[in-house]
C-alpha cells in the first residue's frame, strides 16, 4: 500500500510538473502596425520573457481585431495591444477571455491638411475621415467624442480605415478630408506632410466624461482557461512586459536599433517612435484604470458601438496584483 502510494504522489507530481511547463507556452499575439509593431518589435527582440520563465511563441496579425478572433478560436493565449472596444463585444457575446492590464493611452489627434478649410471638429460633418478600421478601439473613441460632443453621428460621416501608413498617404493624396493619426505618427510625418491639428482624443474624452481620465484604446487580453488556471504564468508575463518598458525606456539607441532591423523603419522614424515611448506604451491595471476602462464601456454602449453587459469577471486582477511581488 505504501509503495502504491508513494507511486501515485510520483504520477501526481509528475502530471503537476508538466501542467506547470505546459503552462509557461504561452502563444502571444498583436497586430503588426501602429504602437504594437514597434513594442512587439522590442518584447521579441529581448530575453525579457524567458528570463521570467515564458516560452514564447509570437504570431503576428495584419488586421487589428484579428487578435481578438485568434483568442476565440483558441489559436493565441494572450495579446497586448488588443483593441478595447472588441474586447468588450466578444467578451459580451460570450467568448471566454479576461482583461490583465491597460496597455495603449489614446493617444490621438484629429487632423486635417494644412491647406484644408476645415478649421474645427465640427466641420468634420459630412466629410471622409481616415482612421483605424471599423471595431478598433480608435474608430469607436473617435466615434464617441464626435457625435457626444459635436452632434456628428455615425452616418454623418464616411469611415475610410486603413493603418497609419495607409491614413498618412490617403491625407497626401486628398482622399480623405482628415484623419484620427497617433501622434508618434504625426512626429514620424515631421515637415514631409502639412498637417493641421484640431484636437486630441484626451481633450475630447475630458469634454465627454467631464473627468481627467484619459481613454486607453489597446489592453492585454487573455484566455479565460489560462488566467484561471495558471494566473502565476499571467503574472511572469505582465512581469515581463513591464520589463521590457523599462528596459525600453532606458536604452533609446537599442531600440532605434531594433525599430530599425525588425520593424524596416527609417532612422528617423525609430527616433520618433523612441521619443514617444511612454506616452505610447503603458503597463497599468490599478483601481483608476478600471475605473477608465468601466467608464469608457459605459461610453460605448451608451452611444450604440457596442452591445452587451461589462462581464463581472472581464476584468482578471489578480495576476497584476501578484507580478508587483515578482523581483
Avoid: C
Amino acid at each position: 500500500m505504501r509503495k502504491l502510494i508513494v507511486v501515485a504522489a510520483l504520477a501526481a507530481t509528475a502530471v503537476l510538473s508538466f501542467a506547470a511547463h505546459a503552462a509557461d507556452k504561452v502563444r502571444i499575439g498583436y497586430w503588426t502596425s501602429g504602437v504594437s509593431l514597434g513594442y512587439g518589435s522590442v518584447l521579441e527582440a529581448g530575453d525579457f520573457l524567458a528570463k521570467r520563465g515564458i516560452e514564447a511563441e509570437f504570431v503576428h496579425f495584419p488586421d487589428v481585431n484579428a487578435p481578438i478572433r485568434a483568442l476565440a478560436s483558441g489559436s493565441i493565449d494572450l495579446a497586448f495591444g488588443a483593441p478595447l472596444a472588441g474586447v468588450f463585444s466578444s467578451a459580451a457575446e460570450g467568448v471566454p477571455i479576461r482583461i490583465f492590464a491597460a496597455t495603449q493611452p489614446a493617444d490621438v489627434q484629429f487632423v486635417v491638411p494644412a491647406d484644408s478649410p476645415i478649421n474645427s471638429i465640427e466641420a468634420l460633418k459630412g466629410k471622409k475621415i481616415g482612421m483605424s478600421p471599423a471595431g478598433s478601439s480608435v474608430a469607436v473613441i473617435a466615434s464617441a467624442v464626435l457625435e457626444g460632443n459635436h452632434g456628428i453621428k455615425a452616418n454623418d460621416f464616411s469611415l475610410i480605415g486603413g493603418n497609419e501608413a495607409r491614413l498618412a498617404q490617403f491625407l497626401a493624396q486628398k482622399q480623405v478630408d482628415g484623419a484620427a493619426l497617433r501622434s508618434v505618427t504625426l512626429a514620424q510625418l515631421g515637415d514631409e506632410l502639412k498637417l493641421k491639428r484640431l484636437g486630441s482624443f484626451a481633450e475630447q474624452w475630458k469634454i465627454l466624461t467631464h473627468s481627467d481620465a484619459v481613454p486607453y484604446i489597446g489592453v492585454g487580453a487573455v484566455s479565460a482557461q489560462l488566467v484561471d488556471a495558471h494566473p502565476q504564468t499571467v503574472a511572469r508575463v505582465i512581469a515581463a512586459l513591464r520589463d521590457t518598458l523599462a528596459w525600453g525606456d532606458a536604452h533609446p539607441d537599442d531600440v532605434v536599433a531594433i525599430l530599425k532591423k525588425s520593424a524596416n523603419l527609417p532612422e528617423n522614424d525609430a527616433r520618433a517612435y523612441v521619443a514617444q515611448w511612454n506616452a505610447m506604451n503603458r503597463l497599468a491595471f490599478e483601481p483608476q484604470d478600471i475605473d477608465t476602462l468601466r467608464r469608457e464601456h459605459q461610453v460605448f454602449a451608451a452611444g450604440g458601438l457596442i452591445k452587451g453587459e461589462l462581464k463581472p469577471d472581464l476584468f482578471a486582477t489578480e495576476p497584476y496584483a501578484q507580478s508587483k511581488n515578482l523581483k
